[in-house]
């Protein structure tokens, strides 16, 4: 025979709800670090950006940063990936050409302080050996850029607006590279022109005797 305590008459305990509010928590915390750190980037650059540095600035310790990022550089590619999340949420599939795309990315990036600066230094950290994981990352975001550029050079191509007598995979690697260029410019010098840079390449592209569009 068992005695009931007064702690008997309360309901039992919902394990998974604690959980899913534990969860709900950490997703949220998570959120809000990714959403400072650019902000701290942007004041201290790339070397003085450190996780305990991030930390400070937002609030929370240390080892709960390296509990949910692990290390500077996984912290660094989930900011780029939310970002980049975020620019596909709010962009039609069907919103425009090629130069479209790529404008709405550059003024994506440039309303946010810090993020072309971030994506610049973390492609040469990709570069420098053994960053496997930053090399991963841009090898593959770089190749799914590309297919959506042929994609759309392909539709241009059917409507009339892009020549059919260049190969449209090495046209799509060019727009990229024309694009990343000159968005480096314009974080060096903010009066290069990137639209019209943008502009000039789509009219290149064109067939000829096709009308120019208005810069």
């Known amino acids: 025979m068992t005695g009931q305590g007064p702690s008997d008459d309360r309901p ?43 930390a400070e600035a937002i609030g929370v310790t240390h080892p709960v940063l390296k509990h949910h990022f692990g290390t500077r550089e996984q912290l660094f590619l989930e900011v780029l990936q939310e970002y980049d999340r975020r620019f596909l949420d709010t962009t039609e599939r ?16 440039m309303r946010v302080p810090g993020l072309m600066a971030l994506l610049n230094s973390m492609v040469a950290h990709a570069l420098e050996a053994g960053n496997d994981r930053s090399r991963a990352h841009f090898s593959e975001r770089y190749a799914h850029l590309r ?51 943008l502009l000039l390449l789509e009219r290149l592209l064109q067939p000829p005797g096709v009308q120019a569009p208005a810069s």
Request: proline content about 2%.
């Open 94 to 109: 069907d919103a425009g050409s090629f130069i479209d795309l790529v404008q709405r990315s550059a003024e994506h990036s």
């Open 147 to 197: 297919g959506e550029i042929r994609t759309l050079l392909e539709e241009g191509r059917a409507a009339g607006t892009v020549r059919s007598d260049i190969p449209l995979d090495e046209a799509a690697s060019l727009v990229l590279a024309v694009a990343d260029g000159l968005s480096t410019q314009w974080l060096l010098d903010e009066s290069a022109d990137l639209k019209s840079g």
């Open 12 to 54: 039992p305990r919902q394990d998974g709800e604690t959980k899913r509010g534990k969860y709900a928590k950490g997703l949220a915390r998570r959120q809000q670090i990714i959403d400072e750190v650019l902000a701290v980037y942007d004041r201290l650059g790339f070397e003085g950006t450190s996780l305990r540095a991030v």
